[in-house]
C-alpha cells in the first residue's frame, strides 16, 4: 500500500464536490495557454516583426505550437510525479510553473523597447508554460476518473467542459477588448490585460490545488517504481491508442483556437466579430460536454465518439465551403455551433475512454504522455497548419482537409480501444 498520507476523497469529500475546484482550476491554468494564440495578430507584430505579415503571423503561431513540444517533456516528469507523489502534489507544481510563464508574458517590453530579448522572453514562458501543461491533463482527468467508477464518463468529462470554460473567457476577453478599445490602445497595452487577470486568478487556482483530496481508487494502489517505462513498455500498445483518440479531439480544439484569425484574414470581418462564434463554442462545450459524458456511462464510449466522428465526415468541408461563401456574422455563429455541436459528442466520452485504457498505477502517467504527444503534434501546430494550408493552396476552405484526417485517424484508434476492453 501507498504510504501517502493524504485524506481520501471518500472520507471527507463527496465525490461530486471534487469537481468544482477540479475544474476551476483547470480553466485557469488553460486560460493562460490559449489567450496568447486568441491574441496571435497583435503580439506577431510587437515580437515578431519581419517586414512580412504573413510571415509575422506565421511565426507567432508557430511559437504558439512550439509550447506544444515541451508537453511531452512535462508530461513524462509531473505524470510520473503524479502516480508516485499523488495527483494533488502535481497539480499544485503545474500551476504554479503557469503562473511564472504567464508573469514572464504579461510583463514583457516589446521588440522595439528590448530587441531581441522580447521573443527570446516570450519564447522561454511559452516553454515554461507548455512542460506544465504537461502534467496537466493526466493528473487532473485521473483525479476526476477516480472519483466514481460507474460514472466516470460524467466525472472524467469535465476536464473538456472546464476547457469549454476557458474558451468562454478567453473568447470573452477577446471580444471585449477588440470591441471597447482603439486599435492604438489594443497595441500599446490593452492586449496585455488577458494576461494580468490569468496572473489575478491564479493565486485562487492554487488555494484550491491544496485543498484538493486524493481519490479513495488512487490512495488504496500500489504505486510502480517506473510508472514511465511500466506505460510506454508494458501498455505502449493502450498509449498510442489513447493518443490516436486524441487527435481528432484535438484538432477541433485548435482549429477552434484558430477561427478568430480565420475570421479577420480570410474572410475579412471585424476582430470583435470574429470572437462571438467562439464565445458560443465555449457555452455549448461547457454546457453539453458532461451530458454527453453522463450518456456514455449508458450507452458506451465508443459508439458515440464514433457517431460523432462519422459526421465530422461528412460535414465539416461542407460547412468550411457555406463560411467561405457567406462570410458573415451569422454565418460565423451557425457554422461554429453546428460544428461545435457535433464536437461536444466527441470531447464528452474521451477523458473516461482515455482513462479506461489505463490502471491506476500508471494512469496519470499514461493519459500525460498520450494526451501531450498526441496535442503537440496533431493540435498545437493546427492553427500554424490551417494557415499554411490556405497559403500553400490558395483554398480557403483547407483547414477543413486537416479535420478530415483527424476523424479518419480517431476513427481507427476507436476499433482498438475496443480490443483494449473501452466499451
Not at 471534487?18 to 496571435?40: C, K, M, Q, R, T
Not at 493526466?138 to 466516470?152: H, I, K, V, Y
Not at 464510449?301 to 465530422?312: D, S
Request: charged share 10%.
Amino acid at each position: 500500500m501507498t504510504a501517502i498520507a493524504a485524506p481520501i476523497a471518500s472520507e471527507r469529500q463527496r465525490p461530486a464536490s471534487a469537481i468544482v475546484p477540479i475544474s476551476i482550476g483547470n480553466a485557469l491554468e488553460w486560460f493562460d495557454i490559449v489567450i496568447y494564440g486568441f491574441f496571435a495578430a497583435v503580439i506577431s507584430k510587437l515580437f515578431f516583426p519581419t517586414g512580412n505579415e504573413t510571415v509575422s503571423l506565421l511565426i507567432t503561431l508557430g511559437t504558439f505550437g512550439v509550447t506544444f513540444v515541451m508537453r511531452p517533456v512535462g508530461a513524462f516528469a509531473l505524470g510520473a510525479y503524479a502516480d508516485r507523489a499523488g495527483r494533488k502534489k502535481a497539480l499544485t507544481l503545474s500551476i504554479a510553473m503557469m503562473l511564472l510563464g504567464t508573469l514572464m508574458i504579461a510583463a514583457v517590453p516589446t521588440y522595439a523597447q528590448i530587441g531581441i530579448a522580447a521573443p527570446i522572453i516570450v519564447i522561454a514562458a511559452r516553454l515554461i508554460q507548455g512542460f506544465a501543461a504537461g502534467g496537466e491533463f493526466g493528473s487532473a482527468t485521473a483525479l476526476l476518473a477516480e472519483q466514481d467508477a460507474p460514472r466516470r464518463g460524467y466525472f472524467a468529462s469535465w476536464q473538456f467542459a472546464s476547457q469549454g470554460l476557458t474558451t468562454l473567457l478567453a473568447a470573452g476577453f477577446g471580444f471585449g477588448i477588440n470591441y471597447f478599445l482603439t486599435p492604438a490602445q489594443l497595441m500599446a497595452w490593452g492586449w496585455r490585460i488577458p494576461f494580468v487577470f490569468g496572473l489575478l486568478i491564479g493565486p485562487a487556482g492554487l488555494y484550491i490545488r491544496r485543498n484538493l483530496d486524493e481519490s479513495a481508487e488512487f490512495v488504496r494502489s500500489v504505486p510502480v517504481k517506473a510508472p514511465v517505462r511500466t506505460a510506454l513498455v508494458d501498455e505502449g500498445g493502450r498509449v498510442l491508442t489513447a493518443v490516436g483518440l486524441i487527435v481528432l479531439a484535438t484538432i477541433l480544439a485548435y482549429t477552434g483556437l484558430f477561427m478568430p484569425t480565420f475570421a479577420v484574414n480570410q474572410l475579412g470581418l471585424p476582430a470583435s466579430t470574429a470572437f462571438v462564434g467562439t464565445l458560443v463554442l465555449g457555452v455549448v462545450k461547457f454546457a453539453l460536454v458532461p451530458c454527453f459524458g453522463a450518456l456514455s456511462d449508458r450507452l458506451g464510449r465508443v459508439r458515440i465518439m464514433a457517431v460523432a466522428a462519422v459526421i465530422h465526415l461528412v460535414l465539416v468541408v461542407p460547412a468550411f465551403a457555406f463560411l467561405v461563401q457567406n462570410p458573415s456574422a451569422s454565418s460565423l455563429v451557425l457554422v461554429q455551433l453546428v460544428l461545435g455541436l457535433v464536437a461536444t459528442a466527441y470531447w464528452g466520452p474521451l477523458a473516461a475512454a482515455m482513462s479506461d485504457l489505463f490502471s491506476s498505477r500508471t494512469r496519470s502517467t499514461g493519459l500525460s504522455i498520450s494526451y501531450s504527444c498526441g496535442v503537440a503534434i496533431f493540435g498545437g501546430f493546427a492553427p500554424f497548419i490551417s494557415a499554411w494550408l490556405i497559403d500553400a493552396s490558395g483554398s480557403k476552405i483547407a483547414p477543413a482537409y486537416y479535420v478530415l484526417f483527424g476523424a479518419v485517424v480517431s476513427l481507427l484508434a476507436l476499433r482498438f480501444a475496443r480490443k483494449y476492453g473501452v466499451r
